[in-house]
């Protein structure tokens, strides 16, 4: 099983790099979300996936943020040039959306994140 | 603007005892309200989920209240134990054909031996 994974763990970069983080979903998920948590906060939403289609992006997501999931299935969250404020934990999820079910209210399966640190 | 709240200190209390956390919520009409538990370092993990039209819910050692009125949850554990100890975040979901979910700062429980 299957859980949400993401890759790498950890990452220690200098400012100005460029990361790149993955989320592997859950296999029957068709959403799939990004997070960003820093400490003594909550889960802050960044953007999120309907199978390939990125359907929504926080006004909070600079330039810099890029995220894609070009077959639907695993994501990538790009950072380009780095900021220390860019440090912090970056939380990939996934849930399942049922067609023609009213209101959707699946639970969100997180993975253990990625976390950002920005020398 | 929505704002979600939840006591930012961290909440102590003996073994055996029931811990009751509150989560206030302002400009905001969810559609439902999920409860998770986060440990350090960790990602959180779905526990309960509740909707506009229900007041309470239980499964095993916890139950969630939401009262739309006043624009509240509590979520309570009974019988605590250590290992219940963690940060537990409330968030808050949209109605809708998609599920925005917008999570609260959290409440660090300590459950003292």
């Known amino acids: 099983d299957t859980g949400v994974s993401q890759n790498p763990r950890h990452k220690i970069t200098k400012r100005g790099q460029n990361v790149t983080f993955r989320c592997d979903p859950i296999?029957?998920?068709?959403?799939l979300y990004w997070y960003r948590q820093t400490l003594g906060q909550g889960p802050e939403f960044l953007t999120y996936?309907?199978?390939?289609?990125?359907?929504?992006k926080s006004r909070l997501l600079s330039d810099r943020f890029s995220a894609e999931r070009p077959k639907g299935s695993f994501s990538t969250l790009e950072i380009q040039r780095t900021e220390q404020g860019d440090s912090a934990m970056y939380l990939c999820?996934?849930?399942?959306?049922?067609f023609g079910q009213g209101t959707n209210t699946g639970e969100l399966f997180f993975g253990e994140g990625s976390r950002l640190t920005v020398l | 603007s929505q704002k979600i709240e939840q006591n930012s200190e961290a909440l102590n209390i003996q073994e055996g005892k029931t811990a009751t956390l509150t989560c206030n919520y302002t400009?905001?009409?969810?559609?439902?309200l999920q409860w998770y538990r986060q440990d350090p370092g960790r990602g959180p993990v779905f526990l309960l989920l509740?909707?506009?039209?229900?007041k309470e819910k239980r499964k095993e050692r916890l139950k969630v209240t939401f009262d739309t009125t006043l624009k509240q949850s509590l979520f309570h554990i009974t019988a605590s134990q250590p290992a219940d100890s963690a940060t537990y975040l409330c968030?808050?979901?949209?109605?809708?054909?998609?599920?925005?979910?917008?999570f609260g700062i959290g409440t660090k429980l300590q459950v003292i031996p």
């Open positions: 996936f309907q199978n390939e289609a990125q359907l929504e």
């Open positions: 400009n905001y009409s969810p559609a439902y």
């Open positions: 999820a996934s849930s399942r959306l049922i």
């Open positions: 296999s029957e998920h068709n959403r």
């Open positions: 968030a808050l979901g949209s109605s809708g054909g998609y599920q925005k979910v917008t």
């Open positions: 509740i909707r506009e039209n229900e």
